[in-house]
Structures are given as C-alpha cells and as structure tokens.
C-alpha cells in the first residue's frame, strides 16, 4: 500500500483537478461525537473511501473492507496507508471571521472596540474597492487558512459588492467550503465608508448573493451580514431578514459584543432589552443565523436565541480584548444554543484554529477562577446538581436551565462537565465551578469541528466521519521533531491528538482534503 508523507508540492494543488476515481485511507481516525460534546470516536486500523463526488462511501475496519473496496473499483495498492504518527482528523470550522481584517492581522490590540474599528478596521475596509488589494489579500489569506487547517469559513468582508464576489472566485478556485456575504451598514459609521441608501444596499446584497449563487458551487454558500445593530437602520435589518428568508440564507453578524455596544443598541431601539430581542423583532434570529461574541448576553436573551434556532460563534480570543467579558460555553450549550468556534480575524490575531481551541479552554478556566473569586458558587453547585439529576427529575424540574430534549440534541449538550471535569476534583466549590463552566480540550475541539458544522447548519455534511459525509479532512503526522517530541504514548492515538491540539501546528498537517480533493 503507499504510504502518505509530507509532499511540498501538495501546498500548490488546485481544487479544479477533478477526483477521477475514488480514494481509501487505511489507519486511525478520530472524531469528536455531533451529539455529545467532547467524546471522541477513536477508530483504529479502518478503511474509508470517498467517492469521486467527495462524499464517504465507506468507513469500516480494515480486516472487512476488501469487499468495499471491490466495489469502488479499488484495489490494496491503491489505499493510502498512513504510519502509526499519522491520523485523519475531520476540517476545522471558523464560525467568524473578518476576510479584509487579515491584512492588518497581529496588530491594533491596545484599544477599546469603537476605536479600534474608526482608526483600523474602517479605514482597511475602504481599501477593498481596489480590486487588485482585494484579490492579493484575499488570495493569501485563503491560502493560509487551508494551511491551518480551516476547511470551512464564515466569512466578513467589506461593503464592496466586487470584492466580495472576488473572494468567492477565490474559495471556488481553492478548493475551501465557505460562507460568504456582503458587508451592510447604513449608519452611525465614517463618511467615506458607509450606504447611505438602504435600498441600494438591499440591492448590493442581493446581487452578491445571486453571483455566489450562479457559481454553482455546492461549498459556497451566501450569507446576508448585517455588520452589527448600531451600523443597520431598522428598514435595513428588516429587508436583510427578507432576503434571508425568500432565499433560504445564512446570517451572519455580531451580538452583544461589548457594554458599550449593547447600550448603544438598546438606545437606538427602545423597547428592547438586548440585542436577542432587536434580532428577533426584525426577523434575523432564525435557524442559519449566527451571530458572533455573545459576550454580554442574559440568560433571557440565551433562551430566545434557542428558541429561535440560532447560533453563537464563540471567539476566544477577541473577547479577551474587546468583549467586556467572557461567553460562558457550557451555560449557553445548556440552554440549547449551538455554539462554534471562530478566530475572529483580526480582533483576534491568530488565524490559527488551533490557537482558537487553546484559548477556548483558557476561557473556561478563567470562568471558574472567576466564580470562585466573585461569588458565583451557589449558581455553579445548582447548575452541577441539576447535570447530576436523573433524566426524569431534569424533566420535571422548574429550573432557567432546563432544556428541551430536542434543543439538547442540537446544542450537542449531554451533561458533559458533570461527568468527566468533576470526578477527579474533591473541593465541593471547585467541583461545582468546573462543571459549570470548565471546558476540557476535546470541549473545545468539538467546538471547532463538530460543534461548528452544528452552528452553521451543517451537521448533514461536514464535522465528523461517516458514510453519505462530504470528506473534509486533515491528515495530521505527530512526528514532526521540528514541532514537538512525542516521547511517551506515540502508539496512543488519543495521547497523539492532545499534544496535537496543545502543541502543534501547520507543520503537523500533512495534507487538507475538501468534499474529496486535495487542497494542501
């Protein structure tokens, strides 16, 4: 069988090299469980195939595989044989991300979020209409995102129509699923970068939307992007959540990010509590919808939010610096809210999802420790008692934290803290603050695959391995001495994939695969 090794020239492959027949993997795979977070499947010694369409055919123990791989006209010297440092792993997702933002990446983090946005992003922005500035930032920034790892994008990016449909030209041409949408904002934003019409801005954003849609690319998928409330007149949210509904479109914006946003929100809006409550009444919290940050959201918000079907994109890192606050995942997962991952370019300055899931466990750790220093303690030993109650008593209880089962099954909550984070933990306080709020690094990393897919409404397609998933994949190699030495447990592919997610990089991504094809 051959064997896959690191190939410099696989960093150049194009998506538009067509699959002409199918191909296997045989080795580990591993995956985190769509509905339960944090377990991970461990499958040793399997076979998959893909299709030429991309889609899996077959996952299976190797011993029994010769059958199948009959049937995809495929013999032992065509599967690629991976060595015991190598896994499959399913793409990572970034729920958030600002395209034109990556140009300005690593700097500009000193400064509260309204000055920040007036003395960098605005005016990075504004560049876009230079389509030849668009297409190299925009070309380098795919590229490095499929280098990382990131098979799937939510993607920001300005007010111009042009270079926004340039970036869809560029997804399409390498290869990455992606959703991708207009900039709108029609107020309470610089002269010189703002539509000043919402009509024309209507407009612009439909016509996106029909170009995304005549590229006739099943991992292109547009989006209406309101940039946040206070830039968006109400006649503009209201048609945005026109659109999105005539066309079946994915929404993507920010939510409670800051104090300063919120009250400025609230005050453009009266009558409304929160930002869950403006979304709401202008038709913009539904399923497809997901709204970045969430950083200052009430449970009662938390529970519109479920009830809507919409979904959080947790961005760690950003909210470290321009959030006024931490997201609480485990409470949000429990009131039924999906919840993903995303870097937030360049509020965050990591394009890296692995960053992203490290920083999504710091998170969680600094929600404890804050618990356990402001006084939460009570909340936290409710909320561990009520994951330690039998399924009926949950049923029946009376609690804010109750969730229905079907809003459970969507969130990919299962009772996850309670039953791994506490047991080792003999402090009643600390006990009860971890399970309320820790998340362990397979947490985080069902945030960035499985968890993602979930909150992008795309759980049928991407996030874990199985028969009829569209294959989006990494090959990883831990023995990249370059990275880190594996001195223990490098027969042990779940002590593989912790120092993966804790120490290492692009360098340990052999390859990246998308709906079937090599794109690094």
């Given amino acids: 069988m ?7 020239a696989a960093r150049s492959l194009s998506s538009t090299q067509p699959m002409s027949k199918p191909i296997a993997f045989q080795g580990t795979l591993l995956y985190c469980d769509p509905h339960d977070v944090g377990k991970i499947k461990v499958l040793k010694d399997h076979v998959v195939i893909v299709c030429t369409k991309g889609v899996i055919g077959h996952v299976g123990p190797a011993a029994f595989s010769d059958s199948q791989l009959k049937a995809h006209s495929l013999g032992p010297e065509d599967v690629k044989q991976l060595t015991p440092t190598q896994f499959l792993l399913p793409g990572f997702i970034d729920t958030h991300l600002h395209a034109p933002q990556y140009q300005f990446c690593g700097v500009g983090t000193d400064l509260p979020l309204f000055e920040w946005l007036n003395q960098y992003t605005f005016p990075a922005e504004a560049r876009f209409s230079d389509c030849q500035h668009a297409h190299k930032v925009y070309t380098l920034l795919v590229q490095r995102l499929l280098r990382l790892g990131t098979t799937t994008a939510n993607y920001y990016t300005t007010l111009q129509a042009g270079a926004c449909q340039l970036l869809a030209d560029i997804v399409k041409a390498a290869g990455q699923r992606a959703v991708i949408g207009k900039v709108s904002m029609d107020q309470n934003s610089p002269d010189s970068y703002v539509e000043l019409d919402p009509a024309a801005s209507l407009k612009a954003a439909h016509d996106v939307v029909k170009y995304i849609q005549g590229l006739q690319c099943s991992r292109l998928m547009p989006a209406v992007v309101p940039r946040f409330i206070p830039t968006c007149s109400a006649e503009l949210l209201r048609g945005l959540a026109a659109l999105a509904q005539e066309h079946d479109l994915h929404v993507h914006s920010h939510i ?28 913009l919290l539904r399923p497809k919808a997901i709204f970045a940050h969430g950083t200052q959201l009430t449970d009662t918000a938390l529970q519109l939010m479920a009830q809507k079907g919409a979904a959080i994109a947790h961005c760690p890192l950003s909210n470290m610096y321009f959030g006024d606050g931490l997201l609480d995942v485990c409470k949000t997962l429990r009131t039924g809210v999906r919840v993903g991952l995303g870097t937030d370019i360049a509020g965050g300055y990591s394009p890296s999802m692995l960053s992203a899931i490290r920083m999504a466990v710091v998170n969680s750790h600094a929600m404890k420790a804050a618990a356990l220093m402001y006084g939460s303690q009570d909340k936290d030993q409710q909320a561990l008692e009520q994951q330690q109650q039998p399924a009926t008593q949950q049923q029946s209880s009376n609690s804010t934290n109750e969730v229905p089962k079907q809003q459970q099954a969507a969130s990919g909550f299962n009772g996850f803290a309670a039953s791994r984070v506490v047991e080792a933990i003999s402090n009643p306080a600390v006990s009860a603050a971890a399970a ?27 996030g874990h391995f199985a028969v009829g ?19 223990e447990g490098a027969d042990d592919p779940m002590l593989q994939l912790e120092r993966f997610v804790n120490l290492g990089d692009d360098r340990n991504i052999v390859a990246v695969y998308v709906q079937g094809k090599q794109v690094v």
């Fill in 2 to 8: 051959a064997r896959l090794v690191p190939c410099a």
């Fill in 256 to 283: 409670a990010e800051s104090r300063d946003e919120v009250d400025f929100s609230t005050k453009l809006h009266p009558g409304h509590e929160n930002d869950a409550e403006i979304y709401s009444a202008v038709g």
């Fill in 436 to 462: 309320a709020h820790m998340l362990t690094w397979q947490d985080a990393l069902w945030l960035a695959t499985a968890g993602g897919a979930a909150a992008l409404g795309l759980q049928d397609k991407v």
């Fill in 469 to 487: 998933m569209e294959f989006d994949a990494l090959l990883v190699d831990t023995e990249i001495p370059a990275v880190f030495d594996s001195l």
